[in-house]
């Protein structure tokens, strides 16, 4: 969890990072007493991002795949405790509206938002303003790419999110180690279980395993963005999270598959894929702007 004083511009403060709730009734408490911390008398909104099936409506978590808990009612639990306005959205809803908002997407009228971390986590600017759909639009890591594939988190096989995350690279630094025992990565990870955050310093060295493993996760990241493109045509894409820390080893080969599969590519204008602007706090940030948005649009 990372939480924060955020101002009107996107400016934020007195920041807290934490473990995120491994329980239910811990999704309850935890979140609200670091809010609790930070409250002051300027205070005139609470603004909360949270991964799973929001619906920004109602300010509840419905269900989700990476979270414990269901039906969880934050807005109303946080707005019954605080006595202030309270806008709960999804957290890569929040990071979208940051990044068009402050960040790299600012100015652009259609932009997807990709956070790769546990999960995909996808939010879709159009016309400037975050698209929902029903409620739930965005969840683009639970679409179906390879139906034989792994098994995914929500249940199903091979979605997207099996073969492009921070999941994806920790149980390839895993599979590395137990081919290359003696090898970069397994030096990398040293007495620890092999993670993805031991590909990192091997791929920039040049092991070939390690660059290997990028390249696949950016691969099929490519194919997805191709997918995306076809069904929303953006003219940016927008990557953070972990797994974009790794910059161009993942964003290069994911730049030539998504050209590989771009339909009538040289034919329309190329979306630009970018990484991400803000950083680890571009959800608490995006959270917090969305609070000032119900204060500013009442
Ligand atoms: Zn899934």
Known sequence: MVAGRVTPDGMISDLIIQPRPTTAAAMLVD?????DSLITPSTIAIGLGVAGLVDNRTGRLAWGPNVPGENLAFGDFAADRFGLPVAVDNDANCWALAEVTVGVAAGFEHAVVLTLGTGIGGGIITNGEVYRGSAFAGEFGHMAVDPGGLVCTCGNRGCWETLVSGRRLDELARLIVEEEPEGAVARSAGSDRAAGR?????ALSGDR??????RQVGDWLGRGLASLAAVLDP?????????????ELVLGPARIAFLAALEGAGHRPTPTIVKRHLGAAGGAV???LAGHRLVSNR
Do not use: N, S
């Not at 979140?31 to 809010?35: G, K, R, S």
């Open 209 to 214: 395993a390690a660059v290997e493993a990028y």
């Open 31 to 35: 979140p609200f007493e670091i809010i």
């Open 235 to 247: 003219q940016l894409f927008v990557i953070g999270g972990a797994v974009a820390e790794a910059d």
């Open 286 to 288: 995006g959270a917090g």
């Open 198 to 202: 031991h590909l990192l310093a091997p």
